[in-house]
């Protein structure tokens, strides 16, 4: 096993690449399960041996630490693995100290959409990478569970890869301005467990509302509310109500169940349609007034690619002509 006298002449620039990888991705999500963890880090096939021995030694290194979690063992950033980013520059660490018992769920569930899209987008030829953050709370009402920005090419074609993963985390910045050619779709995610009541959740629309108006975005870049409930449909219509009614930003609403019809335990938000045994297709994303959407870029069928003043809706229910609704 290495000493404290070996970690401590570890540097940044002479970790191997798989090494960097793997702080990097765990640094943007703070918690992550061992599954998404690996899916990361491994994109390719690899071996559960490779994975196991390669865990352990970074367990070893204290590079990473392992949490407890309902179905398995969790990861979070380790001392040294986090005094490594420090030293390279990283500006904004994950915390080291376990995070409560309590918040764990919610930022398990929201890597596992964050590693999910990754994985869609990674086969999809019109897409140049895709950077991804968890968002701790910091003080204010006005924040998404996690923060997808994800940069594709205008017309759909194949675009410019810089790297073969498709990781881009520069895409994440405030001031990030797309090269010519190329579009930037932010994502903010929201995952919901229905712990807020409708007052609540009707302050936190008017806080996003109050931001929205405060913040200048870059050209070329469009944002989405992606709102996600365990909940169940019922719950989700209690969501867009307040979102309608209070923020009137640009969001899709869906549940987890229906991202998971078709996948078994596996989600593919990339994908919108789900196709069932008896026939029917059923979609997993809806808007603000209940229209079936897509996260691809090119079906968004928007007349411009910055949309950010929504008509006022009307419609008095959300989930009336949502074929999702019955028995989702």
Do not use: K
């Not at 691809?296 to 006022?312: G, S």
Request: a positive charge; proline letters at 8%.
């Amino acid at each position: 096993m290495p000493t404290t006298r070996s970690r401590r002449r570890v540097t940044w620039s002479n970790l191997g690449e798989r090494t960097r990888l793997m702080l990097q991705r765990l640094n943007d999500s703070i918690l992550l399960s061992e599954n998404d963890l690996c899916a990361l880090v491994w994109p390719e096939a690899v071996s559960r041996q490779a994975r196991t021995e390669r865990l352990a030694r970074w367990l070893a290194e204290q590079y990473i630490q392992p949490i407890a979690i309902s179905d398995g063992r969790g990861y979070q950033l380790g001392r040294h693995g986090a005094r490594l980013l420090r030293e390279a520059g990283f500006p904004r660490l994950a915390p080291v100290r376990p995070v409560a018992a309590r918040v764990r769920p919610g930022l398990l569930l929201a890597n596992r959409f964050g590693v999910a899209l990754y994985e869609d987008i990674r086969t999809d030829l019109g897409i140049s990478g895709m950077g991804w953050m968890i968002r701790p709370f910091s003080g204010s009402d006005a924040r998404g569970d996690g923060l997808a920005a994800i940069g594709y090419d205008l017309d759909g074609l194949p675009a410019q890869r810089t790297r073969p993963d498709a990781y881009a985390p520069e895409y994440l910045g405030a001031d990030y301005t797309p090269p010519p050619g190329l579009g930037i779709m932010r994502l903010v995610v929201e995952i919901d467990s229905g712990s807020e009541d409708a007052r609540q959740l009707a302050q936190r629309a008017r806080n996003w509302r109050t931001r929205w108006d405060q913040t200048t975005w870059p050209p070329a870049t469009h944002t989405i509310f992606l709102w996600i409930t365990d909940q169940g449909w019922p719950r989700l219509e209690t969501i867009w109500s307040a979102w309608t009614q209070h923020a009137l930003l640009p969001a899709f609403f869906t549940t987890t169940a229906t991202l998971s019809l078709g996948t078994g335990t596996h989600w593919h938000p990339w994908n919108p349609r789900r196709y069932l045994p008896d026939g029917r297709s059923v979609w997993v994303w809806y808007d603000m007034e209940g229209r079936p959407r897509s996260l691809r870029p090119w079906d968004l069928e928007e007349a411009v690619v910055r949309f950010e003043q929504p008509r006022p809706v009307l419609r008095t229910r959300f989930q009336a002509d949502s074929p999702a609704w019955d028995g989702w």
